[in-house]
């Protein structure tokens, strides 16, 4: 197998004796690439924002930001990494670090780069600009990952707020129109990226003790806080057979290694009582990250995707050499961070019964608004026939060592106005 390496700012750089625990961010600076910085190690600053080139939804590719300070390094293999210097040089600036200079956007400099990726990946959002528009289309929510505690929001967004279309000539909008980049099979050291859902689920079974990951954003901050280290890492992100979506007359079927944004996009609204979870989740940053399969299967209490799949009754659909097996959401847990799961197994899908529940909402309460993890949060979903209540599913998280079904409260609920 060659020597895998990165395209980064459109340089060829090995990754061939990077340890599997060496974040994006740390290797990126390795390189001289020193724009994109640790803030937290937690992905919640946004000072190690980078852009990757994805599959898209509206052109063949486009740039997503990631916290670079969550990746490892060996995940980039075979991908093509955009960093801040990539984007503009002091002598021909990029748009967005152009308007960012002009309007006062920036004092200290600390955060700017990670704010630059985070506006340059919604710059080039393929619908951000409609034809006649008045208005750029700026999704504000696209910097909600990134802090900043000197210059102020207000002419980050005045910024944000002044960007025009890309240029004709720009090459990463024309980017877009090429192939997304293909991430090939990888076994170096103690990092395998498997090559299909049967050659994953053999090494697990092998090798019990391997780490599973997929966005990261959960074991990243093991890795970068408690100094945590696996055996054997094995990287699902990019296994086909986890990554599909699809809507049929019975159920709605999500691919675990789908992130939320993938999952967000892809539903456009299907699912109303998901609509109100994905903005509390974490941050865009996270949520570009972030997969379905992987917010379940760290077992989390405060999972925020787990009350909403318990009052949607959601099936957990599993994976191994063996076979598949389906489980109810609410027997998946069985105490704090354990799960059914076997070794060998992995999830596969998350199946959402049809039809779905006439009546639904999500709330959440954490100490911000936003980009916060949960205290408590609570989702429901009621049949509704005659005002009067004809099913009810609660789910809770924050509550007990795992997420819950408030099953008395729905027995309660059921025949009454």
């Known amino acids: 197998m060659a020597s895998p390496t990165a395209t980064v700012n459109g340089r060829v750089l090995p990754l061939g004796d990077v340890p599997a625990y060496t974040s994006a961010l740390d290797w990126l600076r390795d390189q001289g690439l020193t724009g994109a910085k640790e803030g937290c190690a937690e992905g919640e600053c946004g000072a190690c924002s980078v852009m990757l080139a994805r599959p898209g939804m509206d052109t063949a590719t486009e740039w997503v930001p990631l916290n670079a300070c969550l990746l490892p390094a060996l995940s980039l293999a075979g991908q093509e990494v955009v960093t801040s210097e990539g984007l503009g040089t002091p002598d021909a600036l990029h748009p967005v670090q152009h308007e960012l200079a002009m309007r006062g956007g ?18 080039y959002r393929a619908d951000r600009v409609s ?28 910024a944000a707020h002044a960007l025009g279309a890309p240029a004709d000539d720009d090459p990463l909008a024309a980017r877009r129109s090429q192939p997304p980049p293909v991430a090939d099979a990888l076994r170096l050291h103690d990092f395998v990226r498997p090559t299909s859902l049967l050659h994953a689920v053999e090494l697990l079974a092998d090798r019990p ?43 709605i079927e999500l691919g675990a290694a789908l992130s939320l944004t993938e999952i967000e996009r892809g539903l456009a ?14 941050s865009r940053l996270i949520r570009n990250s972030a997969t379905i399969g992987g917010n379940l299967a760290t077992a989390s209490p405060i999972g925020d995707t787990t009350p909403a799949l318990l009052a949607l009754e959601a099936v957990v659909l599993l994976s191994s050499a063996e076979g598949d097996r389906e ?4 027997e998946f847990f069985t105490g704090y961070r354990e799960t059914v799961l076997l070794p060998g197994e992995l999830i596969r899908a998350v199946r959402i019964p049809l039809p779905l529940a006439s009546v639904t909402a999500f709330h959440k309460i954490a100490k911000r608004r936003l980009d916060d993890i949960s205290s408590v949060a609570v989702a429901f979903a009621l049949d509704v026939t ?5 099913r009810a599913c609660i789910g809770l998280g924050g509550v007990a060592a795992t997420p819950v079904r408030a099953l008395n409260a729905e027995r309660a609920l059921v025949g009454h106005p």
Not at 131 to 154: K, M, P, Q, V, W
Not at 269 to 276: C, F, K, N, R, S
Not at 386 to 390: E, Y
């Open 269 to 282: 609204g299907a699912v109303p009582l998901l609509d109100e979870m994905f903005p509390l989740f974490a």
């Open 386 to 390: 005659g005002g009067v209540v004809r």
């Open 131 to 158: 034809t006649g528009s008045t208005t750029n289309g700026f999704d504000e929510h696209a910097i909600g990952g990134n802090l900043c505690r000197c210059t102020g929001y207000r002419p980050i967004l005045d």
């Open 209 to 251: 003790e391997a780490t599973v990951v997929a966005g990261c954003t959960d074991w990243g901050v093991d890795v970068n806080l408690k100094g945590a280290r696996a055996e054997l890492t094995v990287a699902i992100d990019q296994l086909p057979e986890l990554r599909s979506l699809t809507v049929s007359g019975d159920f």
């Open 327 to 330: 489980v109810p959401l609410d």
């Open 106 to 123: 920036s004092q200290c400099g600390y955060c700017t780069p990670g704010f630059v990726c985070s506006m340059a990946a919604e710059y």
